[in-house]
């Protein structure tokens, strides 16, 4: 459903009101040891408004993109805006203003039957089942996803997003010496087309023999010491460190919330080499992976430089929050689904690249860790943080020991941030990760790799 | 058109595209949403008629499947037809996925219109009274919502289950403060039949408010300790989950890789330890009456005095592995009370913390499992200490039900889980 569509029925709203036709399409196929476990498409679609009133929101959703689910979604916005507003405590508090204008969409979704992403996920599997013969189990998931967009608002910008991204999944599992499994995960893909990352199964055998490799290791592997070390985090590691340590921090919610970083602003949270962005739609001359032109509220995205050169300078807001502390709407205003209403999330968000190699990073450190994979992360309004780490390796004498088991990073970040002395000269991009802050919405976080100090868990 | 018509015509059309076997599971719902920031309520968002139609046909024994957010009758033909195209590049499985004896069932009555007025009194009431109560915490975000629904199961072995449920649940996330001091963020959820009891007055919402203002100054042990763990239920329910997941979920089962693939019947924790899955407890606020592969739902044993009595295969990975078949679809842990009280067990603590909230890794199949305790305080010499900072543990699942030391009298009901706290000896803590 296009803008024009939409737009005419916003006439007769004189309050900030944004009419919104959202659809997700997903196809989600699973093989575990050549099993077929899943192999579904989703596609889940509706209408949503919502509309200001006297210092609050009424908000409204239908399925499907019929006229009734137009007017009922709209009717039901009104109804509940006139509802809440009677009990307002901030009926004076205004949106501030944005520029309004048109974005059209980037890209286009271009469907493959699912037959063929089924086809090329079994052969991936059969793949890995020759290449690898004494694996316990073996799991391949693949999950396409595309969001596609047209919201018309009464203030600000009225645009079209159509945001594709893709990935496969690939879970090893083998016995350690006792017979105890040992397991590993790694993610092929990205943002953008399936195209754009898959074309032949055998593409990706550097990529499939580091991961086996990497098991292998891991199951001779022994427990982290833990305590508090000096550490190389692996630039795949950096992405989450922005996203989880850094960037919920500085969202204006949290900042309301009492988030630590409210007292923080123009003080230093981090060494001289730390700089952190949450990119809109282009870094460094190129599209990043997850691009957003106009968010989900009608503001015009820019790039929020959360941290330059070490000195906390801004936060990520929505329109409403946006005056509440003292910054401006960059575009940070998303909704998952058809049904939820745009809340403060990052988009893109990257810690700057530095000067150094790995290898000298590695070679610079006399005892700790090198870790290269993370499995999930969480943040708190403290800035501290932890991460899953599910690989990862000694450091003795600046070489690579043995692998260590699963453990979990943990810090505070505008503490942390402060210890890092040495950054890698080469940006990784993650896509596929899906942030659960009230609704799972997909966020792309990059960076490249970091030397610091931080605590592991352990025995 | 009704829903159960909606979701005959799903089958139907399945059945018309060739295929043999298929099962549609429609849910229809409305949820309306309260969301409070920072102490104030800034949003009442009503999803109207949510719609899902789970779709999968068997073609030859080639499965295909698909998600649908609309009882438009042309996009569940064309559904069909994708299930249809999904399943021509499928391997032929004729193990079987679904339940195939007829039942027909309808469990609850259609759910009533809710009480908008009341939902946003009693969220109002709760707010004004936590700034009255607690003038150090902040209520940071709030989500209150009712949602009415109807779920129906058919498939083409003349299963069919219809279940009308209706729940309030309520979200709270705050902290506490003292200037520009915060303590980490708490959560508490849970669910409620009815608003009957003002939000304040429920399950552990009141001492977890308190406990928030004593959370603003935390300290940090200098040293690593081996000691115990007090888990509270809320934070339990969590370990649970893990603990599901790495060893008795279908995934975990159908590999053949999990821990527990060949334990049933065998000792896996504790004597004293016993663990229910409930879903039709009619104590929760809500139920579960049937699976997602079309059997009536049952409460399941899944630990007895210590030993294995169950896991959650389900019909497809039962039938591939050899494991009994699942009665309960999941989740609605009960853990039955023990002997001691929540004080008698701190006392009997010589060096230790109780922890609120874990925020860790997820474990995996090895059962090793490190993360922060947040909302936590040290124990020592049987007595509560100051508020831990940045403090980690790390287990083993395995070894965790294997140190249970002691089980409280006290159980609390979230309206989907009835826990105790439990204490776990020998944790490592840093």
Redesign the interface.
């Known amino acids: 459903m296009n803008i024009d569509i939409l737009k005419p029925y916003l006439s007769g709203f004189n309050a900030p009101t944004e009419l919104r036709a959202h659809t997700n399409y997903a196809n989600n196929i699973m093989l575990?040891?050549?099993?077929?476990?899943?192999?579904?498409?989703?596609?889940?679609?509706?209408i949503f408004a919502r509309t200001y009133k006297d210092?609050?929101?009424?908000?409204?959703?239908?399925?499907?993109f019929s006229e009734d689910a137009i007017k009922?979604?709209l009717k039901?916005a009104q109804q509940?805006?006139d509802?809440?507003a009677l009990?307002?405590?901030?009926k004076n508090y205004k949106l501030p203003d944005i520029p309004n204008g048109f974005m059209p969409a980037h890209t286009k979704f271009v469907k493959h039957?699912?037959?063929?992403?089924?086809?090329f996920v079994?052969q991936l599997d059969a793949h890995i089942a020759n290449r690898y013969k004494d694996l316990?189990?073996?799991?391949v998931h693949l999950i396409e996803q595309c969001t596609t967009v047209s919201l018309a608002v009464t203030e600000g910008y009225d645009v079209e997003r159509v945001l594709p991204r893709v990935h496969i999944k690939i879970k090893l599992?083998a016995k350690d010496a006792n017979g105890?499994?040992?397991?590993i995960t790694g993610t092929l893909g990205g943002g953008g087309l399936f195209a754009d990352h898959f074309k032949n199964p055998s593409d990706f055998d550097e990529q499939l023999d580091t991961l086996y490799n990497m098991l292998m290791d891991k199951r001779d592997g022994v427990?982290a010491k833990?305590?508090e070390h000096d550490l190389i985090l692996d630039s795949a590691l950096a992405g989450i460190l922005a996203h989880e340590a850094v960037g919920h921090t500085v969202e204006s919610?949290?900042i309301?919330?009492?988030?630590?970083a409210?007292?923080c602003r123009n003080q230093r949270v981090g060494s001289d080499l730390v700089t952190l962005i949450d990119f809109a739609h282009t870094a460094l001359g190129e599209t990043v992976p997850l691009p957003i032109y106009v968010d989900d509220e009608g503001t015009k995205a820019e790039d929020v430089i959360v941290i330059k050169d070490g000195i906390l300078l801004d936060y990520m807001s929505n329109r409403?929050d946006a005056p509440l502390i003292n910054t401006t709407p960059k575009g940070n205003g998303r909704a998952f689904n058809?049904?939820d209403?745009p809340i403060v999330r990052m988009r893109n968000t990257c810690i700057m690249p530095g000067k150094d190699k790995l290898e000298d990073m590695i070679k610079s450190t006399e005892n700790g860790y090198y870790l290269i994979s993370w499995?999930?992360g969480?943040a708190?309004?403290?800035s501290?943080f932890?991460?899953?780490?599910?690989m990862g390796y000694e450091i003795k004498d600046g070489k690579l020991g043995k692998a260590i088991?699963?453990?979990?990073l943990?810090?505070?970040a505008f503490d942390m941030l402060k210890t890092v002395t040495m950054i890698g000269d080469e940006i990784k991009w993650a896509a596929n990760g899906t942030c659960g802050k009230?609704q799972p919405m997909g966020n792309a976080m990059g960076g490249p790799a970091l030397k610091c100090r931080a605590?592991?868990?352990?025995? | 058109m009704k829903n159960f018509e909606i979701v005959n015509y799903a089958l139907d059309s399945l059945k018309n595209k060739g295929a043999q076997k298929a099962q549609c599971i429609g849910t229809f719902s409305t949820t309306w949403e309260l969301t409070a920031l920072s102490g104030n309520i800034e949003l009442l968002r009503t999803i109207n008629d949510e719609t899902s139609i789970d779709m999968k046909g068997y073609f030859d024994n080639k499965m295909g499947g698909i998600s649908i957010s609309t009882s438009d009758l042309s996009v569940i033909d064309e559904a069909a037809q994708s299930c249809l195209d999904n399943s021509k590049g499928a391997k032929a499985d004729e193990t079987p996925a679904m339940n195939e004896e007829a039942v027909v069932k309808v469990f609850g009555t259609p759910a009533k219109e809710p009480d908008l007025e009341k939902l946003i009194f009693r969220t109002n009431e709760f707010l004004d009274k936590a700034r009255e109560m607690y003038p150090n915490v902040l209520i940071r975000q709030m989500i209150v919502l009712y949602t009415v629904e109807e779920s129906i199961y058919k498939n083409t072995f003349g299963v069919d289950i219809t279940e009308y449920e209706d729940v309030y649940s309520v979200n709270i996330m705050f902290s506490g403060f003292d200037g520009d001091l915060n303590s980490s963020f708490n959560t508490y959820a849970f669910a409620l039949k009815d608003l009957e009891t003002p939000i304040m007055d429920v399950a552990l919402v009141s001492k977890r408010l308190a406990e928030a203002e004593k959370m603003v100054h935390t300290h940090k042990y200098p040293e690593k300790v081996v000691g115990a763990m007090i888990v509270t239920p809320h934070c339990l329910k969590d370990f649970l989950g893990q603990l599901m997941n790495a060893y008795a979920s279908p995934n975990a089962l159908v590999g053949g890789g999990s821990k527990w693939q060949n334990a049933l019947d065998t000792k896996v924790a504790c004597d004293n330890f016993s663990l229910y899955s409930k879903p039709l407890d009619e104590n929760m606020a809500y139920n579960n009456h049937y699976t997602s592969d079309g059997f009536i739902a049952e409460n399941q044993a899944i630990i007895e005095n210590g030993v294995l009595k169950g896991m959650f295969a389900d019909h497809y990975t039962a039938a591939k592995t050899g494991l009994p078949r699942r009665k309960s679809g999941g989740r609605f842990f009960v853990i039955p009370k023990g002997d001691k009280t929540l004080d008698e067990m701190i006392a009997s603590v010589e060096d230790g913390i109780i922890i609120n909230r874990f925020s860790g890794g997820h474990a995996g199949a090895s059962g090793d499992l490190s993360g922060i305790s947040k909302n936590s305080f040290y124990i020592k010499n049987g007595k509560l200490d100051e508020a831990a900072r940045e403090t980690m543990i790390s287990v083993n699942l395995s070894d965790l039900l294997m140190n249970i030391d002691a089980i409280s009298v006290e159980t609390v009901n979230d309206g989907s889980s009835d826990l105790p706290y439990i204490a776990v000896k020998n944790v490592t803590i840093l």
């Open positions: 575990t040891q050549g099993n077929i476990i899943v192999n579904s498409q989703s596609d889940i679609s509706g210092g609050i929101y009424g908000a409204s959703s239908c399925p499907g009922a979604a039901g509940n805006a509802i809440l009990t307002s405590k901030n039957p699912q037959s063929y992403l089924l086809d079994s316990a189990s073996r799991t599992v105890a499994p040992v397991d427990y833990a305590g919610d949290l309301r919330g009492g988030s630590i409210k007292s409403f058809y049904k209403e499995g999930n969480q708190d309004g403290t501290e932890m991460f899953g780490i599910t088991r699963d453990t979990t943990s810090g505070v009230k605590t592991l868990g352990g025995r």
